[in-house]
C-alpha cells in the first residue's frame, strides 16, 4: 500500500507546530531551565568537589578541607533531590497544555470531517485519536524530561571538566561529539524502518485475521494455494522490515559505544600521558566520575529514549497531525479507516471470486432505483476532470506460470467510464483471464493495469467501490437469500433487496425468508441469478461479468441482458451468446495471437473469425439485426488497440 512517505525523524512538519508550542509556553520552559540548573550545578559539584576532596584534603593530609569537600558533595546531593522535584513539578505544566492541545485539535478535525465529508463518520476515531494524544503525552514527557536532563548534566559535566583542567575536553569531547552525530544520523532511516516494520505487520496481522474469518470459504473453493501465494510477500516484508532495524540498532548501539564508553577508555588510556603533563590524581578521578556517573547515564538515557519514546512520539503526533491535514490515506483516495486497513489485506481469493462479507466505509449509499438510471458516479474515487477511463490496460502480458505460453499477450484496452464492452472469443482465449486482470485476482507479467487511475492491485483493496466481478462459478453460501443478495451491501435498503428479487426472478427462494439456501440443492441458474443480484444490488463503478447469461432460459436471458444493459456502471461482460452489441457498443474479440476491437458492424465485416462465432454461438437474430444498426467505424473508441 502506497501512504504518504512521512519522513519519519525528519523534523520540518512537526517544527512549526512545536515552536508555536514553545512560544506559548515560554514561562514553564523558562522554570523548567531554572531548575535544570540547578541540576547543573549539582554535576558539577559531583566531580569538582572530588578533586577537591582528594587534591587539597586527603591527599595533602587536611582531612578537615576533605571532610568539607565531601559534605559540598551531600549538599550538591540534597540540590539535585530539590532539582529533581522542581522539574517534576514544572513538566505538568508543560506537558498537560500539549495534550489537551492535541485532544482539541483532533476532535476538531474529526468534527469538520464529519461535517464535511461525504463517506459516514467513523465515531470511533476521536476516542482512539483521544488514547494517541496519551501515548503522545507521556512520550513527549520522557523525551523533555531526558532531553533537558542530557543537556544540563553536560553542562554541568563539562563546566567542571574545564575547571579541573581544559586538556580533559578532548577526550570527552570529540568521542561523544563523534557518538551523537552518529546516532543522529541513524534517526530518519531507523524511524522509516520502525515504519516498515509497522506497516509490514499491520498488513500480516490483518491478512492473517481475515484470513481466520475466510476459512471456511477458502476451504470452500479450494483458494487456500492462492491465499498462500498471497501471505508469502507479506511475510517476507515483514521479515525484511524486521532486518533492516536490526541493522540500523546495530549502528545504534555503537553510537552509545562512541559517546558513553568512549570517553572512558581514552581517559584511562591517557592517564600515564595526563599525570605526566600535570593533571593531578583528584583531577583525573574527578573527570572519571564525570565521565562514569554523569554524562554516561545521560546519554545512555538520551539515546535510549529518543529511540523509543521519540520514534513513538515522531509516529504519534505524525499521525495526529496528519489527522487534522487529512494526510493519513494514499494520495488521490479517502484515508483508511481500519476495516479498510483490513479489507486491503483480505485475501484476493475470498474477496472477489467470491463476494466478501465486510461492508467497509468506502462503500456508499446504495443507489436508488432512480439513481441507478443516472450517469454513474464512483462511489469512493474522487471524481477527477477529464474522468479518468474506468479501465486501461498498456502492454498486458500474462501466462498461468513461468514457462507457459502467455494468454494475453501485449494487450493495450482502454474503456470509457459507462461503456458496456462485450468480450467474446472461442474458448481459452483468455476472457475470464482478463476479468481476472482486471479484478486484481491476476497480476501481469508485464504490463500496467488501472482501475479509475488507480492499479488493479491497489484498486481490489477498495473493494466493491473499485468493482465487482460475478464469476463463470458464483459463489453462494448456505444462509437466507437475503443474506447472500446483501453480502456485497449489507444495508441495501428493502425495497431495493425486494426489486432485486422481482429483477432476477428469484421470488420462489424468498419464500422463506429466515431459511438458508442449499447450494447444491439450487439449479446452476439460480445460482447465477443470485450471483448477479448481488453484484447489481452494489453501487460499484465497474461491474465484470463472466458468462452472466450461462444457464439461464431465454426469459431469464433476455431479462438479465435488458438490465444490465441499462445499468449506469462501466459493464465487461464476457460471453459466448452475444447478447445482442447495441449501435456503437464495442466488442473486443480475443482470439489468442490476434485480438481486435470494434463494433459488432465492423467486426463482422473484418473478422472471419467474429462471423464464425455470431453464427455458430450467438443469437442469429440479434447479430443480424444489430449488424445493420450497427453504422460506427472500427475500432471506434479510438483509445483502444486493433491489434
Ligand atoms: N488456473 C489456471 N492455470 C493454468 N492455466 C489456466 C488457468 N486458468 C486458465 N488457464 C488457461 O488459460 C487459457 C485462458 O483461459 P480462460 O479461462 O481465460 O479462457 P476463456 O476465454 O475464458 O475460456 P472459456 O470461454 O472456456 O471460459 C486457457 O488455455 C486455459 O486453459
Known amino acids: 500500500m502506497t501512504r504518504p512517505r512521512y519522513t519519519d525523524g525528519a523534523p520540518s512538519p512537526l517544527l512549526r507546530p512545536a515552536l508555536a508550542f514553545a512560544r506559548r509556553r515560554k514561562g514553564q520552559l523558562g522554570a523548567l531551565a531554572a531548575w535544570s540548573l540547578l541540576e547543573s550545578v549539582r554535576t558539577f559539584l559531583t566531580g569538582y568537589a572530588v578533586a577537591r576532596a582528594l587534591d587539597d584534603g586527603f591527599l595533602s593530609g587536611d582531612v578537615r578541607t576533605g571532610l568539607l569537600w565531601l559534605l559540598a558533595l551531600v549538599a550538591a546531593a540534597l540540590a539535585g533531590g530539590l532539582a529533581d522535584a522542581g522539574v517534576f513539578r514544572t513538566l505538568g505544566g508543560v506537558i498537560e497544555p500539549l495534550r489537551d492541545s492535541l485532544v482539541r485539535r483532533v476532535v476538531r478535525a474529526t468534527l469538520t470531517r464529519a461535517v464535511t465529508s461525504p463517506t459516514p463518520a467513523d465515531t470511533a476515531r476521536v476516542s482512539r485519536l483521544t488514547a494517541q494524544t496519551e501515548i503522545a503525552r507521556d512520550a513527549a514527557g520522557g523525551v523533555l524530561l531526558t532531553v533537558r536532563s542530557f543537556l544540563f548534566t ?29 546516532f543522529a544520523a541513524t534517526l530518519r532511516p531507523m524511524a522509516a524502518r520502525q515504519r516498515d516494520l509497522l506497516d509490514a505487520d499491520e498488513h500480516l496481522a490483518a491478512f492473517a485475521g481475515e484470513t481466520d474469518r475466510a476459512a471456511r470459504d477458502i476451504s470452500a473453493t479450494g483458494a487456500a494455494p492462492l491465499v498462500a501465494a ?5 511475510i517476507t516484508a515483514e521479515a525484511t522490515a524486521a532486518f533492516a532495524l ?20 581514552a581517559l584511562l588510556l591517557a592517564t600515564p ?42 509516529v504519534v503526533l505524525h499521525r495526529l497531525l496528519g489527522e487534522e491535514t487529512g494526510e493519513t490515506g494514499p494520495p488521490g483516495v479517502p484515508a483508511p479507516s481500519l476495516p479498510e486497513a483490513v479489507h486491503t489485506a483480505m485475501p484476493t481469493a475470498v474477496r472477489t471470486a467470491m463476494p466478501t462479507a465486510r461492508h467497509t466505509a ?24 477529464p474522468p479518468l477511463p474506468a479501465a486501461t490496460l498498456h502492454d498486458v502480458t500474462f501466462a498461468y506460470g513461468p514457462d507457459a505460453a502467455p494468454v494475453l499477450d501485449h494487450l493495450d484496452l482502454t474503456v470509457e467510464p459507462g461503456e458496456h464492452l462485450l468480450v467474446v472469443g472461442p474458448s481459452g482465449a483468455g476472457k475470464s483471464t482478463l476479468l481476472a486482470l482486471l ?8 504490463g500496467q493495469i488501472h482501475l479509475a487511475g488507480h492499479t488493479a492491485r491497489y484498486a481490489r483493496t477498495l473493494g466493491t467501490a473499485a468493482r465487482v466481478l460475478v464469476p463463470q462459478e458464483p459463489y453462494v453460501f448456505e444462509a437466507p437469500l437475503r443474506d447472500n443478495l446483501t453480502y456485497l451491501t449489507p444495508d441495501a435498503p428493502a425495497p431495493r433487496i425486494t426489486e432485486a428479487i422481482d429483477t432476477f426472478a428469484l421470488a420462489s427462494l424468498a419464500s422463506d425468508s429466515a431459511r438458508p439456501l442449499r447450494p447444491d440443492h439450487l439449479t446452476p441458474s439460480e445460482r447465477r441469478r443470485i450471483a448477479l443480484a448481488r453484484a447489481w444490488l452494489t453501487p460499484t463503478p465497474l461491474l465484470l461479468l463472466d458468462e452472466p447469461t450461462a444457464h439461464l432460459d431465454a426469459g431469464a436471458r433476455a431479462a438479465t441482458e435488458l438490465v444490465f444493459a441499462s445499468h449506469p456502471a462501466t459493464v465487461i461482460t464476457v460471453s459466448h451468446h452475444f447478447p445482442a452489441p447495441g449501435p456503437g457498443q464495442r466488442v473486443l474479440l480475443l482470439d489468442g495471437a490476434t485480438p481486435y476491437l470494434g463494433t459488432h458492424a465492423a467486426l463482422l465485416r473484418e473478422s472471419a473469425l467474429y462471423r464464425e462465432l455470431a453464427a455458430g454461438l450467438g443469437e442469429p437474430s440479434a447479430v443480424g439485426s444489430r449488424s445493420t444498426a450497427s453504422t460506427s467505424s472500427w475500432a471506434g473508441g479510438g483509445h483502444a488497440q486493433e491489434r
Do not use: C
Open 154 to 182: 553536560s553542562l554541568g559535566a563539562l563546566t567542571g571538566l574545564a575547571a579541573l583542567s581544559p586538556r580533559l575536553l578532548p577526550f570527552v569531547l570529540i568521542p561523544l561529539a563523534a557518538g551523537l552525530t552518529l
Open 230 to 234: 498471497e501471505a508469502a510477500p507479506l
Open 273 to 314: 600521558t595526563l599525570l605526566s603533563s600535570g593533571l593531578t590524581p583528584g583531577e583525573l578521578l574527578a573527570a572519571l566520575t564525570y565521565v562514569t556517573t554523569a554524562l554516561l547515564p545521560a546519554v545512555n538515557a538520551l539515546l535510549t529514549a529518543l529511540g523509543t519514546a521519540g520514534s513513538r512520539l515522531v
Open 362 to 385: 468506502r462503500h456508499t449509499a446504495i443507489a436508488t432505483p432512480t439513481q441507478l438510471h443516472a450517469k454513474p458516479s464512483p462511489p469512493a474515487l474522487r471524481p477527477t476532470r
Open 439 to 446: 479484478a486484481g485476482t491476476a497480476h501481469p507479467r508485464h
Open 246 to 265: 536490526a541493522r540500523w540498532s546495530a549502528v545504534r548501539v555503537t553510537a552509545l559505544g562512541l559517546a558513553a564508553h568512549l570517553p572512558v577508555a
